[in-house]
């Protein structure tokens, strides 16, 4: 189990206060209505959380890795809707901290820490797992490139104030032509299209973006030409594990309320049958396994070392669990589970296992990370050639 600083304890408290100030009381209406919680943004404010992960130098809070961590998973346990913008918000910055100039971290953090939201463009229709397979292109003209096709499944799209944006800048280069800009909120031709009405996540804004003749300054591509696969990518390492924590929040909700319920049901009795209690011993175990994997990867973050495997494993692991432990709740409970609030939980779980590289990916990933570091044959191998 990993061993939290007083300071750590103290920042997961304040997290589970706002989570049960602002988040719980309110989840259940916004999944019903599939509004956007303006609420949480004003709530959110004063603690400056939207710039956790922004450097002090640039106003933020600068906190490591699995102190991130530690918070995510709070506030997927009040609300993975909720959580899940709050969680996008600071995704979208992560491209800019890889990628961006001191000047361009300025500019794009202020909005954060006036409690304003972001968002990462990256998928197109016919372009999910495949990011490579982008049509939108951004053409070079004087001082400006100017941006022209279609994001979807944008997260926090209708709201946010400011955004990374991929496109193509030599298409003929594959995915060595893809380029990533900031692009800010109103410009000229930059507007919102469908909104997504999701079986999950239902509090979390959903949408298309159409970019027609978007004149961006040349002064907002991050990095260089062509370096937007590799910034997205190492953006995407960084967001695996948010997802992961999101789930671990996720599947101790579904495990506390499926106890509060064999309390309720069993008062001052024994619990019946050896198969609920092993069911929950199961529970348990797998949302303990999940948080120590995706702390371990936090901790291989913050120690500055190569973690693409850990955060494809933590990632497809924790949602995994989420997925498995809210049904296994469902089913313990009976009609009530189906009738009750864990219907939310399983239903927010699926997308966990989609978004940020589908869990059939993740696979893909770890298992060329195995592959690549084949153990040295042994003697009774070389013997048999």
Request: with cysteine; net charge neutral.
């Amino acid at each position: 189990m990993s061993i939290l600083s007083q300071e750590q304890k103290a920042i997961q408290q304040a997290a589970k206060e706002f989570v049960a100030k602002v988040i719980i009381p309110n989840a259940a209406k916004f999944d019903k209505s599939g509004e956007f919680p303006m609420l949480l943004l004003e709530a959110s404010k004063p603690s400056n959380i939207f710039a956790m992960a922004v450097p002090k130098e640039f106003g933020g809070l600068n906190y490591d890795a699995l102190t991130q961590a530690l918070v995510l998973e709070e506030w997927g346990y009040g609300c993975a809707g909720m959580g899940t913008t709050l969680a996008a918000s600071v995704l979208s910055m992560d491209s800019v901290l890889i990628a961006g100039t001191d000047e361009q971290k300025r500019r794009y953090f202020k909005p954060m820490l006036n409690a304003e939201i972001g968002s990462f463009g990256l998928t197109e229709p016919g372009a999910g797992s495949d990011a490579a397979a982008g049509t939108a292109t951004a053409v070079k003209k004087g001082d400006e490139y100017i941006l022209n096709g279609t994001k979807c499944w944008i997260t926090n799209g209708g709201f946010a104030t400011v955004y990374v944006i991929f496109a193509n800048t030599d298409p003929a280069a594959g995915v060595k032509g893809i380029s990533a800009f900031i692009v800010e909120r109103g410009l000229p031709g930059f507007t919102i299209g469908t909104t997504d009405h999701k079986l999950g996540i239902r509090a979390s804004n959903t949408v298309e973006l159409l970019l027609k003749d978007v004149h961006v300054p040349a002064t907002n591509l991050l990095g260089k030409e062509g370096e937007g696969m590799k910034i997205a990518m190492k953006t995407l390492d960084m967001a695996r594990p948010a997802i992961a924590a999101l789930s671990v929040g996720i599947a101790q909700r579904a495990l506390d309320t499926c106890v509060a319920h064999v309390h309720a049901r069993f008062p001052g009795k024994p619990f019946p049958g050896q198969t609920l209690q092993f069911k929950l011993a199961d529970m348990q175990i797998l949302v303990e396994a999940a948080r120590e994997t995706l702390h371990q990867a936090m901790q291989l973050r913050d120690a500055g070392v190569p973690y693409s495997k850990e955060s494809a494993i933590c990632k497809t692991f924790c949602s995994d669990v989420a997925m498995q432990v809210s049904a296994t709740a469902v089913s313990l409970m009976g009609s009530y589970g189906y009738t009750s609030e864990l219907g939310k939980y399983m239903r927010d779980s699926k997308i966990m296992q989609i978004y940020e590289g589908t869990n059939q990916i993740q696979r893909l990933v770890i298992s060329r990370a195995v592959l690549a570091h084949a153990p040295a044959a042994s003697a009774a191998q070389k013997a048999g050639k």
